[in-house]
């Protein structure tokens, strides 16, 4: 009977290890699968940080794409139309010739060396892209002339340009000045 006890006592011993055993592997296990889950969750945070990151990246970089190509915009149309104001400038100059011109002799050397200066400061203008505004004889366009006379013309049709009073010029696609002109009714 003590042996069966003994024996007895053994086991139940030997059941409180293996309970013990369990216990410690599955607290081992918990701590195991807590680490794990701080683990996984530390994962999905800085996946979403670098997402982030990521999409401020992109953002940062299109802006300064756009920001870019709108500078590059910006100075080439400053180039293009860079000598508005010089042309601008010069025009009355230019109408000044022009009066100087009307009506002369072509043949007189002082004519002739005013009709020179007017042709190089026009040449290097139009090789800059100014031209003088072509209405003579046309149909009157609001968007490059003023009418600022109108007569009846007989034989010509209505709201045709019959006079440039003072010569209109574009630089480019860009109207610098009207012409002021005279109008058929």
């Known amino acids: 009977m003590e042996e069966e006890k003994i024996v007895e006592e053994e086991t139940v011993k030997e059941e409180i290890k293996e309970d013990s055993n369990k216990e410690k592997k599955k607290d081992k296990k918990e701590k195991k699968l807590s680490e794990v889950e701080k683990l996984q969750k530390e994962v999905e945070e800085l996946t979403k ?35 508005q104001s010089f042309a601008l400038a010069i025009l009355p100059a230019l109408d000044s010739l022009e009066l100087a011109l009307n009506g002369k002799d072509p043949e007189d050397s002082f004519v002739k060396g005013v ?19 072509d209405c003579l004889n046309k149909t009157f366009d609001a968007n490059v ?17 019959i006079e440039v009073l003072q010569t209109g010029y574009v630089l480019k696609d ?12």
Request: hydrophobic share 45%.
């Open 174 to 185: 860009r109207l610098l000045r009207a012409a002021l002109v005279k109008v058929s009714e």
């Open 145 to 161: 002339a003023h009418a600022i006379m109108t007569e009846k013309v007989e034989g010509v049709e209505p709201d045709t340009v």
């Open 49 to 83: 940080e670098v997402a982030a990151a990521k999409n401020a990246y992109f953002k940062a970089y299109a802006d300064a794409d756009n920001l870019k190509k709108r500078l590059q915009a910006q100075a080439d149309e400053a180039n293009k139309y860079r000598i």
């Open 115 to 133: 009709r020179l200066t007017y042709d190089q400061i026009l040449h290097a203008l139009n090789n800059e892209g100014v031209e003088k505004v």
